[in-house]
């Protein structure tokens, strides 16, 4: 979900103040409102009310849910499509309360009782009869309280990384955990085949609505539901096809023709052959001050915040990995009806953004580029991801995801506030140890400021990489507020702790005096430290290491006497023996090089070394001589 779609959905109060809100809109929200308008007029005129399905009859899987339901099979295991949220609630907490409100929000959404099975070749779904839910209560209230933290931490994962059965069972599963008398962890788990990150705000506020109905003793406030879950993926299997889809499908055939079939960021580590999913999150928070200035930057471009700081992701991606195509993909809620608004199930949608960086255009030159992208895939939206990947047929591999390999999510919009009565409510953070794409930055924009988190695979990066990336995200920012004619190449990206490391740190070129490089100057060195040990041991004779330094020293002063400097070759046919070592020694303190004779080569073989070589100096033994 990203701010364009959610600026659709934002509650306007009146007449007069719609016309004002509308005459304050960007030049790109004004496109995407009218854009809006004709797509909503055009259904209308079309007859496309959802209609409720004959119940006597098989209901298939929408298109999502096909594919996810395909991707389950391979992995069953697997918690990568667990959705899980933990609420700590402070108060006094009334048991019953919850458990009928629980029971009230899976009795009212079918999605919640629906297994997946398979007919006649086919999955399909079966909405199972009204079941009751289980909520266990875990006791923590004796641990001390040092020890709560990491137990809460641990049940809140152990919890996310449950396995749904999709054959059997409820889509919906709760636990409670007890801290202490007036303070409760609520966790609440559904698998993204039943539900995605719309239908769990809508699955929060619904039991808080119901919770406050049953502890004042009222009926639920709830409205009935128009249709329900099945009914719309029935509606979808019959509405998208002829025209409409052909066109629709024609515009992305288009638009990502001859599209690279992965984006290539130097990652840590090599890409596995099967994608494992495994992944960590790394919260991150951007100032106020920075929200401000990037939306005034937003305004003064005619685009959307969500446009601005996805052409900065882009622009981060494009110098990571060199690409001058970067595909990136975006969830949009595909909630497009009105009687979808309410309905918890699997609507998202994921849209292909690809963007042209040819020729080093400048930052401001990449905003239009990116609002003209994001235009385009907006009006051609209905297409589901499944059906263009079945249409596009990328190259199977298993390594990735196909068409983009990378996420970029915003949100914006105004959020009813949830409330139980009588209790204080606070999320918890949820890190069920896993990631769907290489990177997927999702944004959240409250009260002026901008959070969220990168979340990325374990596979390919590691914890520092990918906190300097965020940092350099950051920068980026920063600089494109302040200079959006730059061009990408030119815009700073290091942050000024890397820019110390790399202008002080590492370029300092004081050392200090190093040990010498010289063998000879190394062993004389191991003469000062321990001048009477034992140096070396030949056949029962043995030397000093004082011993051997006065013997090769002699040696180098006669050397020097009789000519011996730098560059002069000194033959050296010896036995192996402390001769050898000292006369080693001695041509080396003496400047010169020695050139090894191996006494027993052939007379001549020798003869020609020491003519080749020139040699005008040869250490030998008596016996040898």
Not at 177 to 202: F, M, N, P, Q, Y
Not at 270 to 283: D, L, N, T, Y
């Amino acid at each position: 979900m990203n701010d364009d779609n959610d600026m659709m959905r934002a509650d306007l109060p009146n007449r007069d103040s719609l016309s004002d809100r509308i005459a304050n809109l960007s030049p790109a929200k004004r496109a995407l409102l009218e854009l809006r308008r004709k797509q909503l007029e055009a259904r209308a005129a079309a007859g496309t009310s959802i209609p409720r399905r004959d119940p006597g009859r098989p209901c298939p899987l929408s298109f999502s849910q096909q594919r996810l339901w395909f991707l389950q099979q391979f992995d069953p295991d697997s918690p990568v499509y667990n959705i899980t949220h933990a609420i700590r609630l402070k108060g006094e907490l009334n048991f019953e309360a919850l458990c009928e409100a629980l029971n009230a929000v899976v009795v009212r959404h079918e999605i919640l009782r629906t297994t997946i099975r398979e007919h006649e070749g086919s999955a399909i779904q079966v909405v199972g009869a009204n079941a009751p839910v289980s909520l266990p209560v875990f006791d923590l209230s004796e641990k001390r309280e040092s020890e709560r933290p990491e137990v809460i931490r641990s049940f809140i994962e152990s919890q996310a990384q449950k396995r749904f059965d999709l054959d059997s069972g409820l889509m919906l599963r709760a636990a409670l955990l007890r801290v202490d008398k007036d303070e409760h962890v609520l966790v609440l788990a559904t698998h993204h085949i039943a539900s995605d990150g719309w239908s769990s705000s809508l699955l929060l506020r619904e039991i808080a609505a119901i919770y406050g109905a049953v502890c004042e003793g009222r009926p639920s406030p709830l409205p009935e539901l128009p249709v329900q879950y099945a009914d719309f993926a029935a509606w979808q299997r019959s509405a998208l096809h002829g025209e409409t889809l052909t066109a629709q499908l024609s515009y992305w055939e288009q638009q990502l023709q001859k599209m690279p079939e992965v984006l290539s960021l130097p990652a840590d580590h090599p890409r596995p052959s099967i994608q494992s999913f495994r992944g960590a999150r790394e919260p991150l928070r951007l100032h106020p001050e920075l929200t401000a200035e990037l939306r005034k930057l937003s305004q003064r471009e005619g685009v959307t915040l969500f446009m601005t700081l996805l052409a900065a992701f882009k622009t981060l991606l494009f110098r990571y990995s060199g690409q001058e195509d970067v595909v990136v993909g975006i969830p949009v809620a595909n909630r497009t009806k009105p009687e979808l608004e309410n309905l918890i199930g699997f609507f998202v949608n994921n849209l292909v953004l690809r963007t042209n960086l040819t020729r080093d255009p400048t930052f401001r030159e990449l905003i239009g580029r990116v609002r003209e992208v994001a235009l385009g895939a907006y009006a051609h939206q209905d297409v589901p991801f499944e059906k263009l990947v079945e249409r596009l047929k990328p190259e199977r591999n298993l390594s990735h995801t196909p068409l983009f390999q990378v996420m970029f999510g915003f949100q914006n919009a105004r959020r009813e506030s949830v409330e139980f009565p009588g209790l204080s409510m606070s999320p918890l953070q949820v890190d069920n140890g896993t990631a769907k794409f290489d990177l997927f930055l999702s944004l959240v924009e409250e009260a002026g400021s901008i959070r969220g988190a990168l979340e990325y695979n374990t596979d390919l990066f590691e914890h520092e990489t990918v906190t300097r990336m965020i940092g350099h995200y950051f920068r980026l920012l920063e600089a494109v507020c302040d200079h959006p004619e730059s061009r990408l190449s030119k815009l700073p990206l290091l942050t000024e702790l890397e820019k110390h490391q790399l202008l002080s740190e590492w370029n300092r070129t004081q050392t200090p005096e190093s040990r010498p490089s010289c063998i000879h100057r190394m062993f004389e060195l191991q003469v000062e430290n321990s001048p009477d040990a034992t140096a070396l041991i030949v056949e029962g004779q043995q030397l000093s290491y004082r011993e051997l330094n006065a013997r090769a020293n002699q040696l180098a002063h006669y050397l020097c006497n009789i000519g011996v400097t730098s560059e002069v070759l000194v033959g050296i046919s010896m036995e192996r023996s402390i001769d050898m070592l000292i006369a080693v020694l001695g041509v080396l303190k003496a400047g010169g090089a020695y050139v090894p004779l191996d006494p027993t080569y052939p007379p001549d073989r020798l003869l020609y070394m020491v003519q080749d070589a020139e040699i005008a100096v040869l250490l030998t033994q008596h016996k040898l001589r």
